[in-house]
T-cell receptor, first 114, second 115 residues
Framework: AQSVTQLDSHVSVSEGTPVLLRCNYS??????LFWYVQHPNKGLQLLLK??????LVKGINGFEAEFKKSETSFHLTKPSAHMSDAAEYFC????????????FGRGTQLTVWP | EAQVTQNPRYLITVTGKKLTVTCSQN?????MSWYRQDPGLGLRQIYY???????DKGDVPEGYKVSRKEKRNFPLILESPSPNQTSLYFC??????????????FGAGTRLSVL
């Protein structure tokens, strides 16, 4: 069975400090993995996606994520948080490189303090 | 402008009264999907469609129906809504289900309340 677990429901950081949002997956197959962001009262927007071409994936707005097969993790990071990063973040997993049945983590609410 | 359009954006209805939430995309996307978002549960997939006339169940299909008669539209049908279907619903589409183009674009959401 496949699943995606976001390890923190809330993360708070000060502006200018690093951000770490954690995601673990379980899959019997090589997964497809995504991070999406949802700002208040908005739909979801893709931050980045994992393809087998590279384990370190760079996304928009300075975010990046590293796929670690040995740890079954796909953590999202950013070196320096900005106030505009405050939002909810979702880790999403699927089977292989084909969309179909998709599994969302429960979300991590990121708060950025001035 | 490329977009995924859901209608209505807000809906209040009563138990048992059939309703349809429409989803339309103007990007010729193959893949479409419906999700519901509930506090503390994140998003859960209801149904998805790999292409015209091809639909399949997601995580929580009970109480919902879908159809994909044409590429651009993917309506979500609640034949007999119940209060536990009160939720925020999102439709999404992707250029392709496979490979590098499997990136989903989300609609703005439909907030449904069933009394």
């Amino acid at each position: 069975a496949q699943s995606v677990t976001q390890l923190d429901s809330h993360v708070s950081v000060s502006e200018g400090t690093p951000v770490l949002l954690r995601c673990n997956y379980s899959s019997s197959y090589s997964p497809s993995l995504f991070w999406y962001v949802q700002h208040p009262n908005k739909g979801l927007q893709l931050l980045l996606k994992y393809t087998s071409a590279a384990t370190l994936v760079k996304g928009i707005n300075g975010f990046e994520a590293e796929f670690k097969k040995s740890e079954t993790s796909f953590h999202l990071t950013k070196p320096s948080a900005h106030m505009s990063d405050a939002a909810e973040y979702f880790c999403v997993g699927g089977r292989g490189s084909t969309l179909g049945r998709l599994y969302f983590g429960r979300g991590t609410q990121l708060t950025v303090w001035p | 402008e490329a977009q995924v359009t859901q209608n209505p954006r807000y809906l209040i209805t009563v138990t048992g009264k059939k309703l349809t939430v429409t989803c339309s995309q103007n990007m010729n996307h193959e893949y479409m999907s419906w999700y519901r978002q509930d506090p503390g549960l994140g998003l859960r997939q209801i149904y998805y469609s790999m292409n015209v006339e091809v639909t399949d169940k997601g995580d929580v299909p009970e109480g919902y129906k879908v159809s994909r008669k044409e590429k651009r539209n993917f309506p979500l049908i609640l034949e007999s809504p119940s209060p536990n279907q009160t939720s925020l619903y999102f439709c999404a589409s992707s250029p392709s289900a496979k490979g590098a183009k499997n990136i989903q674009y989300f609609g703005a959401g439909t907030r449904l309340s069933v009394l």
